[in-house]
Structures are given as C-alpha cells and as structure tokens.
C-alpha cells in the first residue's frame, strides 16, 4: 500500500473528513479515484457462446487482488439504481496488464446478466467489493488435481485453469466440465485451445452427447474409474448447480474421500413455488404487515408486499440482507438447511418460510 | 404459532414505507373502541376522506413509477456543490490574513452544512434516494454534519414527528418541549420566556436536536427504558466527541501551520470561523423548521381525534399541520425543499425535488375539497411564528390551560384513573372470558 493511500486512510485524515469519508470527496474529483472504494473501468465486453460475455476491467489502486476461485460483488448502475450481483472472476491471476475479468452466462431473468450481455459498454465505471470465497487452490498445489465443473460453474474453475497453466504448474490437472449440449458451453474456443495444453480437458454433454465420447450423462463414479482418478487421493474442486454437487458430495463421502471435496454452489436454485411447505403466514414484524406464505424467498415476499429491504447479491454471499428472524422455520433454498431458532439472523434473499414464520422488517 | 395473528390489530392504512428505518404510518388504534377517527369531518364525509386517500395514493405511486436516472443526477448535483462548498470553504477559513477570502470561507462552509443537513441529510434520511442502493445516499447508512447522531434524530422525526404529527401528548416536536407554541398546550411559567428562549434555540439549534433525541424527559416519564435512554446518550456522546473534534480541534490544528505566516492567533481564526459556520446553518435550520409547523392556522390535534384514522385522514392530519414558505429555485434547494412542508409531510419518502411538481397535484385536491393551502413569504411566515410565541408565551384566564392549576391536576388525575380502569376491566373480562 503507497504512503498516499496510508496517509488517505489514517485516522487523523478520517477525522477531518468526518462524519463522512475520504472517499466522499476523492469520487468528486474522478469516480475512480478513491482510497478504499474499489471501482473498475470495463475495458472489454466480449461476447462468448452461448448467450455468456466476460467482461475485462481495470481496477482502481484499492483493488487487493484475487485468489482464482473467488467472487466479487459486481455493481453496475442503471436508470439511476445500482444493481448488485456476484460474479465468479474467470481470468488468469498471472495475467500481466492488471486487468481481470468476470464472466457471466445472461439468465433469460436475469437483470444484469442480461444487461451485462447486451448494454455494457466499456469505459463504464463498475462497483466492486474486494474479491471474496474460500473456494481456492491451496498455496502448495498436489501432484493430481481434479477441477469438475457444471454449466456456468465453469467460470470460478476457468480462472484456476488458466492461472496453473500460466504459472508452470507440472503436477496432472484433469479438468472434468459437465454442460447441457456443445452450443450451451461457455469458453467453447478456450477449451477447445486448453486441450491441446497439458490440461487433461474432458467435457461432457449431457443432452447431446458427442457421437463417440468417452463417457457420457450426468456425474456417476464410473467417470472418475474411466478417467483414472481415485477420489480418495485427488484434491477435488467442484462447482455447479446443486444437483451436481450432490451427486459428486455422496460419492466422495461412500469412498470416505470427503475430505478431498472442495464445493461451491453457483446458483441459486430456482424455488418451487407449489411447494408442500409452501404455507403458514409470513409476517413483518416491524411493519406490521402480514402475508400468505407464497413459497418464494422472505426477500422476494416481501418486495411483493410493498416494502424495500436492503438487499445485494441475491445469492445469499454479500449479508446485506441479513435481518432478524423472530420466529418460525426457514429452509435455505441452496443447501436445504432448515432453521428454526428464534431470535436468529439470517438472509433473506435465500430462505424460504415453512408455515409461520415472523422477521423483523 | 398463532400468536402473530392476535398480536397486532391490522391498521387500515396500507404499509407506505419505503424503508425499515422510515416505519410510518401506523395508525393510532383504540384499543377500546373502534369508532372511525373524526379528524376532517368539518371539511368532508369518510366516503370523501376515502376518495380523497386514494387519490393522494396515486400522486405518490406516479412519482414513485417515475423515478429514475434524472433523480439520481440531481442528488448527485447536490452533493457534488457540497462537496465543492465545503472544501473552498475550508481553504477560505485557512487565509485569515486575507479578510474577503476567510469571509467567503465562512460562509461557504456555512452553505455546505446546510446542503448537508437540509437538502441531503435530511432527505436521504428519510429513505428518499433508498431505490438508488447506493451506499452513498442510503437512508438507513447516511450519518450528517451535526452533533444529534443520525439513529435517534430519524426515530423522533421520521416515526414519531412524521407518524403522530401535530398530535398532542405524541408529537414531542410542538414546541420541542420547551416553547408554547399551540393554545392547547399546557402553560407553565417559562413560557413567558418563549421569545427569548426561541432566540437562544436557534443559535445552539443542532445542540437542541441532539438534546431532543436523548429523550430525557421520555426517561424522566417512564415512557423509555433506562437502557434504551442510555444507549441514547452514548451515541450522542460518540458523535459529539467526532463533530467537535473535527470542527474544533483537527482543523484549528492544522491551522498551527500558518502560525509563522499569521501570527500565533491563526488556529483561533480557524476555530472562530467554524463556530460561526456552525452558527448560520443553526439560524438558518431553526427559521425553515418552525416556519414549517408554527405558523398561524396550522392545526393541532388531540390523540382522541385520530385513533382510528384513515389513510385519507392521516392525509389530512399531514395537509392541515403543515405551512408552505413560497420562494425561488436556489431558496427551496436552501431549504432542503422543506419550504413544500406540506407536500413532504404527505410523501416524506420521495425525492424532495419532485415536491414542486405534486404541489400542484395537491393544490388542485385543496381546490377541490375547500380545504385550506397554507403558503407565504419567508417574512410572512416568521411574522406569524413570532407572534404565536408572543400570544401563547401569556399566561391563559382558563385555569385547564394552566400546567399546573389544581383544576389541571384534577383533570390529569381522572383521566390516569380513567385509563387504569379500562385496562382492568379489560383484564378481567380476559380472564372470564
């Protein structure tokens, strides 16, 4: 950290600025300018199959880095509101210019993955968080390495592809990928290019199998037999729909390989609204508002009922969301945890209400 | 878990808050009774009240509907003449070998704290800029350039002063607990000092907001825990202690630099400087707030008249307890826009500057429904202000009205025995029941 940001970011510079922060009068001069805010400047917006784009920024001095496998909370403004999301950084660590990047596949819903795919322009200025997770590679990387990988889960494993192989690694890294059909694929050219590397690059089409594939369908634990792996001695990275992560989790822990398992869920799974559980009231306490559970997210409920939380990522990692629960039992919509303590705190936007459930909002 | 449902008795008004922080209106309901308010039924029928609810609705969902990018640029504009204010209004203050600079400093930086607290602390406190998520103009995040800590000041003023307004025994903002400013408050002796206290208020005003928020007299009542009045105080130490250190010590400080180029008084030029900076945004906070509740014909209400109330009636309770000053563009931007009091009283949680534009919405229901638009010049309004401090500051012939009359006392005395009556009639019909 330069002697400039230090002086910015020191107590006495705090108290003159006070009640608000340095930043606060940096932005006015330029928006990048800051001491602790990171921004970024897009630099490219590159459009990739299947419906995905990358988008390459250049981040300001507060920026700390990234470890591959980590996120970064991404804002972006439109028509005055920030709308904030979290975005898996697919780029290399090794890469040279300062640069990084995020790639995302546009959800046919989803706001700014959509925006992101058609609008952004570069020259835009960005809203970050530093990078977050602990979805990374160990300091010392073993011999044998397996990196699997579903649908636009792709993305986080992608950065720790790239970055092994630009910085040396020789230890084997077989990279398993798991996508609906070859037009779906995200990073279709860059796979394509990887696999004539020293990556083992296996990809697996599970709609549309190649004619001829050397395994086929959803993740089983013959893959792995066919591929050589055994479970109990490969450092295992996965990351894709729940399903997926499931299948691999159950079948590491029948081989007593769990410890292996390094797992991050990438989307939220979308909720059955008809859900059996799917009743009760919902109520907001703070408010004094009431509602029929609708079987949808506590966030989403109460949007629905005129009122505002704070919210970030939707996603359940940023915690901007996170109230009070008062009572009742809540069920996480990505882990299917259920919580039914009183007095607890917990994110809205990925707990969905069973019967009763009462929040402070 | 039922108890959710027999918990809260559901108010007629449908929620309008646009944020947690800005938790109004919740009607006052009568536990007892559940004849409708009678607030307005001079002016229309409660079919007419209703029409009348639904159609300031509407007002406020177009705007609501409406906003966006223009909106963010304008608090952003705001923000960024702050800003500019404030940091030439420090270098001014750090040339007092050059009077017309130090001058020009002083009163930048008076201008900047009044950006600061009217057009956008106040505003952005009040959820105004909440849609835009950004950190920056967030309601519940926003803390301001004045020693009342942002936390307790939009308790008192966004719930209380907003939901109860003008209502006696509820609103503790008629009179501030200190003046008398409406015939049906109580009298006691230090009224007759209202115009000189009024004076003394407006010079130390952020003093008197952060002493509003501690709610001392709340505690002294019983009406909020010991624990709730001192992490009230705690806060309001935390933030006396930055906003003093700041003000009064950082920058005079700094100003120890000049010494061999000014002399030895250079950090007391300094000091001086930011006192009176201090100063003009008290003068100038303290003429726009009381001219927005204390004029003449502003109407009070007693917490009777507005159990049960509403949508439309809480409406009217806002129409008919607020007062207008009229003026140009750069004036209302002065003002926060509180010079539209009555528009931000109906919508206090959108964007301030849309207020002109539903001014006239609102003037048209007024036409409508015979009501009464209170609006005037600056000089006007004060006028009236200081005259109903002079009028109520003397002591009342009516011996009710006095504080602490015996006849006062009695009253006070039945209606603690009305009320601890009910409450055991209530009880025991409970327990038969």
Redesign the interface.
């Known amino acids: 950290m330069g002697i400039i940001r230090k002086t910015l970011t020191s107590r006495?510079v705090a108290?003159?600025a006070?009640?608000?922060t340095v930043d606060?009068?940096l932005e006015?001069i330029h928006p990048m300018l800051a001491a602790g805010n990171v921004r970024a400047r897009v630099v490219e917006v590159i459009r990739e199959t299947g419906d995905a784009s990358t988008v390459v920024m250049r981040p300001n001095g507060a920026w700390k880095g990234f470890v591959p496998g980590q996120h970064v909370q991404f804002?972006v403004?439109v028509?005055?509101?920030?709308?904030?999301r979290v975005f898996s950084v697919s780029s290399s660590r090794a890469s040279k210019d300062k640069t990084f990047s995020v790639s995302v596949k546009a959800h046919p819903d989803g706001y700014v993955s959509q925006f992101l795919h058609r609008e952004l322009t570069p020259g835009t200025v960005v809203f970050l968080s530093q990078a977050e997770g602990d979805f990374v590679l160990p300091r010392d990387v073993p011999d044998h390495l397996l990196l699997a990988s579903g649908g636009s889960g792709i993305t986080p494993v992608m950065s720790m592809v790239r970055t092994l192989r630009d910085s040396g690694h020789t230890g084997r890294v077989t990279f398993l990928h798991y996508a609906r059909s070859r037009a779906d694929e995200m990073f279709t050219a860059q796979l394509d290019e990887l696999a004539t590397s020293d990556v083992e690059v296996v990809r697996v089409y599970t709609r549309e199998p190649e004619p001829g594939a050397e395994i086929a369908g959803r993740f089983h634990v013959d893959h792995l037999k066919h591929l050589g792996i055994d479970p109990t001695e490969t450092l295992t990275y996965v990351c894709g729909p729940a399903g997926l992560i499931a299948s691999v989790r159950d079948t590491y822990a029948e081989l007593g390989a769990a410890d292996q398992l390094r797992m991050e869920y990438f989307k939220v799974p979308s909720v059955d609204a008809d859900a059996a559980d799917a009743t009760?009231?919902l109520?907001f306490d703070?408010?004094?508002?009431?509602t029929d559970n609708s079987g949808a997210t506590i966030l989403e409920q109460a949007e629905a009922?005129?009122?505002?939380?704070?919210f970030g990522c939707r996603m359940g990692v940023c915690n901007t969301c996170a109230i009070k629960k008062n009572?009742?039992a809540v069920r996480h919509v990505v882990t299917g945890e259920i919580c039914a303590d009183t007095d607890e705190t917990i994110k809205i936007c990925v707990q969905v209400p069973i019967?009763?459930v009462?929040v402070a909002? | 878990m039922a108890f959710t449902l027999t918990k809260k008795k559901n108010a007629p008004i449908k929620p309008k808050s646009a944020s947690q922080h800005n938790a109004a209106p919740l009607t006052l309901i009568n536990p007892f009774n559940d004849k409708p308010a009678t607030i307005g039924l001079d002016y229309m029928t409660y079919e007419q009240l209703d029409e009348f609810g639904t159609e300031l609705d509407a007002v406020r969902q177009r705007v609501l509907d409406d906003l966006g990018q223009k909106d963010a640029d304008y608090i952003r504009r705001v923000i960024r003449a702050q800003r500019a204010a404030e940091v030439l209004g420090r270098i001014g203050i750090f040339m007092p070998f050059f009077p017309p600079a130090f001058i020009a400093g002083i009163l930048l930086l008076g201008v900047a704290k009044i950006l600061d607290n009217m057009e956008i602390g106040h505003n952005v406190m009040h959820g105004q800029y909440d849609w835009m998520n950004d950190p920056m103009v967030n309601g519940a995040r926003f803390e301001w350039d004045n020693v009342a800590p942002a936390q307790d000041w939009k308790h008192g003023h966004n719930y209380i002063h907003h939901t109860y307004t003008n209502i006696h025994g509820m609103d503790r903002d008629i009179g501030y607990n200190l003046l008398r400013i409406d015939g049906d408050q109580p009298w006691y002796g230090t009224h007759r000092f209202n115009l000189p206290l009024a004076f003394v208020l407006m010079m130390v005003f952020e003093w008197g907001v952060m002493y509003h928020g501690v709610e001392l007299d709340q505690y002294l009542q019983g009406k909020i825990s010991k624990a709730d009045f001192q992490a009230r105080k705690k806060r309001a130490m935390k933030k006396i202690r930055k906003q003093v250190l700041k003000d009064y010590v950082a920058w005079p400080l700094l100003g120890l630099a000049l010494v061999p180029v000014v002399g030895w008084w250079a950090p007391l030029a300094i000091l001086g400087a930011n006192v009176v900076a201090n100063i003009i945004r008290n003068i100038w906070t303290f003429l726009i707030i009381f001219c927005g509740h204390f004029p003449a014909e502003v109407q009070t209400f007693a917490e009777e008249d507005a159990q049960n109330e509403s949508r439309g009636q809480w409406y009217l309770r806002q129409l008919l307890g607020s007062a207008n000053i009229s003026g140009h563009a750069p004036f209302h931007v002065l003002t926060g826009n509180l010079s539209y009091q009555i528009e931000h009283h109906l919508f206090p949680d959108i964007p301030a500057r849309r207020y002109p534009e539903v001014a006239e919405d609102v003037k048209l229901l007024v036409e409508k429904y015979g009501l009464h638009y209170n609006t005037g010049r600056l000089s006007k309004q004060l006028a009236s202000v200081a005259r109903q401090l002079a009028v109520y500051g003397k002591k009342p012939s009516d011996p009710y009205k006095i504080g602490n009359s015996p006849e006062s006392k009695a009253l006070r005395r039945a209606k603690r025995e009305e009320a601890a009556r009910r409450v055991e009639a209530a009880r025991e019909s409970q327990l038969t029941s």
């Open positions: 006495p108290a003159l006070s009640p608000h606060h009068y006015q804002g403004e028509d005055g509101t920030r709308r904030v009760g009231t109520s703070d408010a004094a508002i009431e009922a005129g009122l505002k939380p704070e009572s009742g019967g009763d009462n909002l």
